[in-house]
């Protein structure tokens, strides 16, 4: 079975500092990985996913994350803190084809930024 | 091309009343979702349909039943509302046939049960 885990329910930092965001998986199969993030009343929107192509993955607003399948893990990171970066940020594994596309959401982390 | 849209935004029901979430998409993709999100919880799937004529239970069905009215629809019905039913729905699609699978989520409905 598919899970994850996202450590710290809450982290906070400076505006300019570095975003760190932990998220650990387990999977029996070679997994999708996503990061959403979901802003104050708002749905969720995709950050970044890994496909099983390259393992360092790029995505909107300055975002990246890397899967590390030693450490099963696929961290978000970005090196400089907007204030608009505030939100709570999922992580998410899924199945690869020909399976049910099923996602498994982490329970959230909920980044503030301080001034 | 508005995505996924769902209605109503807001609700508030008594216990024991019954209502329809509506979910729809106008970007043709065969796969259709609901979930729920509860403080701490993350996002818990309900029910999904994989294609059109197709439903399927997922994480936390009880309480619920959907209806894959088209390709585009998916209704969630909650046919005897509970407390434990206060939550955000969330409605997502996801086109089949994709080098990777992303979900697309609608704006939410947050249901208060009285």
């Known amino acids: 079975a598919q899970s994850v885990t996202q450590l710290g329910s809450h982290v906070s930092v400076s505006e300019g500092a570095l975003v760190l965001l932990r998220c650990n998986y387990s999977s029996s199969v070679p997994p999708y990985l996503f990061w959403y993030v979901q802003y104050p009343n708002q749905g969720l929107q995709l950050l970044l996913k890994?496909?099983?192509?390259?393992?360092l993955v790029k995505g909107i607003n300055g975002f990246e994350a890397e899967f590390k399948k030693s450490e099963t893990s696929f961290h978000l990171t970005k090196p400089s803190a907007h204030m608009s970066d505030a939100a709570e940020y999922f992580c998410?594994?899924?199945?690869?084809?020909?399976?049910?596309?099923?996602?498994?959401f982490g329970t959230g982390t909920r980044l503030k930024v301080l001034a | 091309n508005a995505g996924v849209t769902q209605t109503p935004k807001f609700q508030v029901l008594k216990t024991g009343q019954s209502m329809t979430l509506q979910c729809a998409q106008d970007?043709?993709?065969?796969?259709m979702y609901w979930y729920r999100q509860d403080p701490g919880m993350g996002l818990r799937l309900i029910y999904y349909s994989a294609s059109e004529g197709t439903t399927d239970k997922g994480e936390v069905p009880n309480g619920y039943n959907v209806s894959r009215l088209n390709k585009r629809e998916f209704s969630l019905r909650l046919e005897s509302a509970a407390p434990s039913q206060t939550s955000v729905y969330f409605c997502?699609?996801?086109?089949?046939?994709?080098?990777?699978?992303?979900?697309?989520f609608g704006p939410g409905t947050r249901l208060t049960v009285l």
């Open positions: 890994y496909t099983s192509a390259a393992t």
């Open positions: 970007m043709n993709h065969n796969s």
């Open positions: 997502a699609s996801r086109r089949q046939g994709e080098s990777s699978d992303t979900q697309y």
């Open positions: 998410a594994v899924s199945d690869q084809p020909p399976g049910t596309y099923k996602y498994i």
